[in-house]
């Protein structure tokens, strides 16, 4: 069953501490994405991937970090310099462009809180 | 930059057809989608436009017009259903990232 993979569902942040969200995606899409939802808002890009061992940051990389080792697996740590971590993040795939047809595709979500 | 607008509200009745605006200034883009994003629920993907004019899908129909910075949703026959969030996004010509705007929030009425 092709599709995306967030976890956990839910997480909980202590103070000072980093936290790792995972996604994987079996969709053998080369781009890989973090956004961030606050309630109410749209979608922030956190950072992304085109391929494996590059990514570049979106417009509010502060406080986060990624890693792209295997094209399957995009994980996003939250680290202890993002004060305001309480969020909804979403992690996106889509197949490369010139194709520009090519939407993005999105995993269930992981919804952090702070302790 | 690529600022994009959406009216933050709207509401309609069951039955009728609503139409969703989206407006924005780029520099280029190769893609207008639109998503539907159910609360707490990820976004599922509705619509794109590359070139402009209307493309059909069911129910739901898109518009662009690159001249004018303007795309459009609409949505026919509305069903209790599709009250939810609607966002309209660009992919960049430049690092093929997409961006989004601020959502639409839809509320069907009976």
């Known amino acids: 069953d092709g599709g995306i993979t967030q976890s956990p569902k839910y997480l909980f942040r202590k103070e000072g501490q980093n936290v790792t969200l995972s996604c994987e995606q079996n969709l053998n899409h080369d781009a890989m994405y973090w956004y961030r939802q606050d309630p109410g808002q749209g979608l922030r890009l956190i950072y992304y991937?085109?391929?494996?061992?590059?990514?570049q940051k979106g417009d509010i990389a502060e406080g986060y970090s990624v890693s792209r080792e295997k094209k399957e697996s995009f994980p996003l740590t939250v680290t202890s310099a993002q004060k305001n971590p309480t969020a909804f993040y979403l992690c996106a795939t889509a197949g490369f462009a010139p194709l520009p047809s090519q939407p993005q595709h999105f995993g269930d979500g992981t919804r952090l809180s702070i302790l | 930059g690529q600022n994009i607008d959406q009216p933050t509200e709207m509401t309609a009745t069951e039955g009728a057809i609503v139409q969703i605006n989206c407006t924005y200034q780029t520099s280029g883009f190769n893609g207008l989608f639109w998503y539907q994003q159910h609360a707490g629920e990820a976004p599922t993907f509705l619509s794109y436009?590359?070139?402009?004019g209307l493309e059909e899908k069911g129910r739901f129909s898109s518009f662009l017009s690159r001249s004018k910075g303007y795309s459009y949703l609409l949505l026919k026959e509305l069903q209790m259903k599709d009250s939810a969030s609607y966002l309209c996004a660009l992919r960049r010509n430049y690092g093929q990232n997409f961006v989004f705007g601020p959502g639409t929030r839809l509320s069907v009425l009976p």
């Open positions: 991937s085109q391929i494996v061992n590059d990514f």
């Open positions: 436009n590359v070139l402009d």
